[in-house]
């Protein structure tokens, strides 16, 4: 059977009672708890998710301490002050993208998923505890990144430009693990996942402005990341750290392009996503 074939068995599946939103509501706070347990339990995946993002922003802001970057508005900004913002986005991305892609595929290729959508729980309510996880875990990173960076490098975080952070943080979670699902679609087996994830986010962080300021990039390599959402990711969350942000901090052209890969995303894992195995 053909992905196509089986995609389209899927939806013509019957989807019996609807549920009340008080039923939808307690079955994802059920598929939520238990998404967050085998997250907290997964070590190597905790460390990755959390951790290696604190580790980055110690190692950059502790070398770059005291220097300033110039920034494409014509605006200068301490390095500790810019790579809270970057880190965060990292951070962000490793727990919406990369650690999403790499648990939908290990589920499906060893048939939980399956298993999960022959119950009488709703696609949607497994999908939504997904992306809560993702938003849940980038929160509570944003949190940790936000806190180090200003008792430990005097970085200024300002109440008047935390809506910008927030919003940020949360259109970002949720249209990076849109993504996520789209690009699971495209990768057919568990040992590939690592890879995959590796080859497209680690070129596209060098040459968008999260490990080095944009000063130095140079200008094609910028026009490239462009492109994608995590250069646009980086700018949003830095706009709450100029000297001048914008009212709330809140960067409304880096957001709808943002926004706009979401949907993207959306779009072909709608399109495309199958709950059944596809290596083999």
Not at 180 to 205: D, G, H, K, M, W
Not at 243 to 251: E, K, L, V
Request: aromatic share 10%.
């Amino acid at each position: 059977m053909t992905a196509t074939a089986t995609t389209a068995s899927e939806r013509a599946k019957p989807a019996g009672r609807a549920l009340t939103p008080a039923e939808g509501a307690r079955l994802v706070a059920h598929q939520f708890r238990y998404d967050l347990l085998i997250f907290v339990r997964n070590r190597q995946s905790t460390f990755f998710t959390l951790a290696l993002p604190v580790i980055f922003l110690v190692i950059f802001a502790g070398v770059f301490r005291g220097d300033t970057t110039a920034l494409g508005n014509g605006k200068h900004v301490d390095l500790s002050a810019y790579y809270v913002p970057q880190i965060i986005a990292l951070g962000i991305v490793s727990a919406a993208f990369n650690n999403v892609v790499g648990t939908i595929i290990a589920q499906r290729e060893m048939g939980i998923l399956k298993r999960r959508r022959s119950t009488p729980v709703p696609a949607w309510v497994i999908v939504a505890s997904r992306a809560l996880t993702a938003l849940v875990i980038s929160t509570a990173l944003v949190v940790i990144l936000l806190a180090v960076g200003k008792v430990f490098y005097g970085v200024d975080v300002r109440l008047s430009t935390l809506p910008g952070i927030a919003l940020s943080s949360i259109v970002a979670a949720l249209s990076f693990c849109a993504i996520a699902y789209a690009l699971t679609t495209f990768v057919n087996s568990q040992e590939s996942a690592t890879p995959v994830i590796q080859a497209i986010t680690l070129p596209i962080f060098f040459i968008s402005g999260i490990f080095f300021p944009e000063e130095i990039i140079p200008g094609w390599l910028l026009t490239v990341a462009n492109i994608f959402p995590v250069r646009h990711l980086g700018l949003a969350l830095l706009a709450a750290f100029e000297p001048h942000p914008p009212a709330g901090g809140i960067d409304v052209r880096a957001l709808a392009v943002i926004a706009a890969w979401g949907v993207g995303g959306l779009v072909v894992a709608t399109r495309r996503f199958t709950w059944l195995p596809r290596g083999g």
